[in-house]
């Protein structure tokens, strides 16, 4: 059975092993070191396995040492890169300094997103009853869908004209045929997604097509097309779909927390555009979207199956939400 091993764990290997190399130095009852390895000048602690290896996927218990060992050569690999850098003063390049500024102020205000977001309440067992009720396309009447989708470079106004093209034909290769004679560009994906791995709003449509129909999804500046080749029924019990409903409400609020705490610091802040910025700037400008810590698609936070074009898809549900 795979279980999850902790960084820490992996991080307290690699301290024993680091007290094991140099025990014959050391005297007894000596605290283990905490630097994994010395580099030229400089050093990779066990904290920098540690971070490094949270970002890991799961491991099992016989890989955690293997895991640890392989973080440390890429670190010891990085370090020699930044040595490097600095030793040829890359560190005072002024694009390299604004990139640094940048990536420290993205951290910052994500970090206190996180913090303020992080005040949301968990869902109550009704809520979530409540929740699995009202969206039987993900639980009671699930689908797993053989997505055709068909990204099409035309503006809504082609929308009636594309909309006859369907009507007409037998078959989806005969509307991306119509396209290609109209020279129309487009790009096709294929791929098989449960009804919890895609986007929200696009599942009570896609839900109401039987296998061989089609949507035709417009968005400000193209037009998606969906395709259900096939689809099998597989329910969800609530007993199984409440860790993700509790995931997806919890991430909800926390998105919702985040855009009011901006929202406020908006609202009380003093904010003077100048130059040509002041020019454009109209009264009350809406501030624009700010990185918050909720999901930005997935019905359920479940990762896109691989093949499918997300992005596009993402596009479609822009669209729906007008």
Not at 103 to 118: Q, T
Request: with cysteine.
């Amino acid at each position: 059975m795979r279980v999850q091993i902790r960084p820490v764990v992996v991080a307290a290997l690699l301290a024993g092993a680091a007290a094991a190399g140099c025990g014959k130095s050391e005297e007894a009852g000596k605290p283990a070191t905490q630097v994994a390895a010395k580099v030229n000048s400089g050093e990779i602690t066990v904290h920098q396995v540690n971070a490094a290896l949270s970002r890991a996927a799961n491991l099992a218990p016989e890989r955690a040492r293997e895991a640890g060992r392989q973080v440390l050569e890429r670190l010891i690999d990085q370090e020699l890169l930044v040595q490097q850098a600095t030793d040829k003063r890359m560190d005072r390049d002024p694009k390299i300094m604004q990139q640094i500024e940048a990536a420290k102020r993205e951290l910052m205000a994500r970090a206190y997103l996180d913090a303020v977001a992080g005040t949301a309440a968990k869902p109550s067992q009704d809520e979530i009853r409540e929740f699995y009720g009202k969206h039987p396309e993900l639980f009671k009447e699930r689908r797993i869908y053989n997505l055709r989708e068909v990204a099409i470079g035309a503006k809504p106004d082609m929308l009636p004209k594309i909309e006859e093209a369907m009507r007409a034909a037998k078959s989806l290769n005969d509307v991306t045929a119509w396209l290609k004679d109209q020279k129309i560009p487009f790009s096709a994906n294929a791929s098989v997604r449960a009804a919890e791995q895609l986007p929200l709003e696009l599942v009570p449509k896609l839900h109401q097509l039987k296998d061989g129909q089609s949507a035709l999804i417009p968005t400000p500046n193209a037009l998606l097309l969906v395709s259900i080749a096939g689809s099998q029924t597989q329910p969800l019990d609530e007993a199984k779909a409440t860790p993700f409903i509790e995931k997806f409400i919890l991430n909800q609020r926390r998105g919702e927390i985040a855009a009011k705490e901006v929202k406020r610091l908006r609202d009380s802040a003093k904010v003077e555009y100048l130059g040509d910025f002041a020019k454009a700037a109209p009264a009350g400008a809406a501030p624009a979207p700010v990185a918050q810590p909720a999901p930005a698609a997935g019905a359920l936070n479940a990762a896109p199956a691989a093949g499918l074009g997300q992005e596009n898809i993402d596009k479609g549900v822009a669209g729906l939400k007008k």
